[in-house]
Structure formats: structure tokens, C-alpha cells
């Protein structure tokens, strides 16, 4: 329970807040007992579907967070939930409208409150850049964990020793999504397909933009540690986390209007949703849990690559969320199972060495 609390604590009593306005905005717009109990359950079923197309997402997170400094630790954790939260959930959308529309942020936020079908419809419009753009980058992140000559764990073994065996050709990674891209825009209608093609060159250019400028800071950190100075940025780290998690965000964010088209109703859910995931990137740092179980960031990995393919693929085929939700956590649920099966048997071998008489 105190470990519940510890890290929690924060999640659970800021989803009370989200739930509680829930319900007065529901009785406020409504008057009845009935849709307000209506906008309640929605706000639950959103924060339950985003916290489960996200698990993963906090794995990465964990992942590159515990090889950072401290205090880019904390500001990730602090500025994050800000942006995350405000960002991607609430002005991602408006922003959508605004440049689509050809309209004024002021004027964005009237539509979303006044004319929410039409709000949902103008959002709905921008799904294929946002398709190509979030599958471009999310599956240059999984595929640049396996494409990896010095990846020496291995959980799908036959599977992952071949596709590290080609890690050693350039930028293979990029060729195979750049042959995804262009796979699926040739499903697509002329003008979607080019703006499927521009937003995916677009997701990988920025996929490679982040890394180079974090190696760039990296090697300037270097320079400074071998004169001794402190070094105590983790800024490449910290934007590249950011770009990951608004590219989680898309699908989460367009897939919530197949439950509601209110801004609000939306934004609240979702917002639960992303500090549950926060709470849980916490509790992962921390306690250490991916060093305990060795396949965890495999799982997670490969529901990143699953998740690109879908997001590129929604392009072309309607694919339910809760199918996406249920593959990712499936993947992750298997690769904690295969972890804790090696680490029994990890812990029999140790004992019977033990047991072994010394000659």
C-alpha cells in the first residue's frame, strides 16, 4: 500500500479531480442524472484506453530516462506532465483545427465547444499526415533498438540474432520504413498520398534530427568531462522523450473522438490517462524493474514497431484501438511472463551450484 501510495498517490488523486469535474461539467451541461453519469463513464473508458495504448510508451520512457542526468530526470517528470497533459491533449487538437480550418486559436476552442461534430470532423480530416508522421517515427524507435551489432539480450531469439545480423548495413532501419511509406500511399488516393508520403519523410527526418542533435550534445558533454567541467545536460534526451510521447499521443488522442467529439470530455479523460503513465515511468526508474526483468524493454519495443505499422497502416484500413491496446499489452504481458521464467531458472542454477561440494 505505501508503495502505491508513493508513487501513485499523485495519479489517483489527480484522476479524482479529472472525475469530479467529470461530474459537475456533466450535470452543469446535461441537468440529468443520466448523461452525466454517460460523460463519467467516458471519461473512465478514455483514461483506461489511453493508460493501455501507453504502457509501453512508459517503458521507453524508463529506458532512456535512467541513463540521464537527475535533473533532466525531474524536469521530464515535471515539464512532461505539462506537456503531455496541456500539449498534446488539449492544444494538439485545437491546433489541428486552427491550421486546418484557417482559423484562430480563440476561435478553434469556440468551434470545439459550440459545433463538436464539426470539431471532430476537421481533426478526423488531418489523420492521415498524423498517421504517417506518428508510424514513421514510432517504428524508426523500435527498429533502432533491434538494428543494434551490440544488442547482446535477446528475447525472440532465432528472430532478433537475424535482424542484428544486418545491423551492419547503413541505415537499413530507414529503408525498410521508407519502403512501408511508400507501400501504403500506393493505397492511397493521389492527394492523401502525398501527404502521407511528405508527413512520413517528415516523421523520419525528425526521428534522425533528434538523435543527431543529442549526439551533438553528447559529444560536447564529453569534451567538457575531460576538462573536468560538470556536466549536467540531458536537453537531446529530454527532446527526443517529448517528440516519442507526442507521437504515442496521436493515435490516442484521434482514436478518443470514436467515443466522444466534446473537447472537454476528451481532454479530461486522456489526461488521466497520461499521468497514470507518468506515475508508471516513475515507479519503473526507481525501483529499477527493467534491469530486473530483461526482456520488459523487448516487450515494449516490439509493440513500438507493432504500433508504427498500425498507425501507417490507419491510413489506408480502419484499426480499433482497443485491437492496438490489447497487442501491445499482450506483447508487454508475454515479455514480463518470459522474464520471470528466466529469472527462476536463473535462481535454480544458482542454487545448485551452490550445493555443489568444493573438490
Known sequence: MQTLIRYYGFSLAFSAVCLALAVWYGWASTGTLVATLGILWIVLVLSILEVSLSFDNAVVNATVLREMDPVWQKRFLTWGILIAVFGMRIIFPIAIVAIAAGLGPVDAITLSLNSPDEYQRIVSSAHIGIAGFGGAFLAMVGLSFFFDSDKEVHWIGALERTIGR??????VEIGLVLALIYGVSTLLEMEDANTFLTAGVLGLLTYIGVNALGALIEQHEAKKRATGAMVRSGLGGFLYLEVLDASFS?????????LSNNMIIIALGLSVGAIFVRSITIHLV?????????????GAFWAIIVLGAIMLLSARYH???TITGLIGATLIALSFWWSVRHNRREGSERIDLNDVPAS
Open 250 to 258: 496521436f493515435d490516442g488522442v484521434i482514436g478518443a473522438f470514436a
Open 166 to 171: 544486418f545491423s551492419t548495413v547503413p541505415a
Open 319 to 321: 484499426i480499433p484501438e
Open 286 to 298: 526507481q525501483t529499477g524493474t527493467l534491469a530486473q526483468y530483461r526482456y520488459l524493454e523487448h
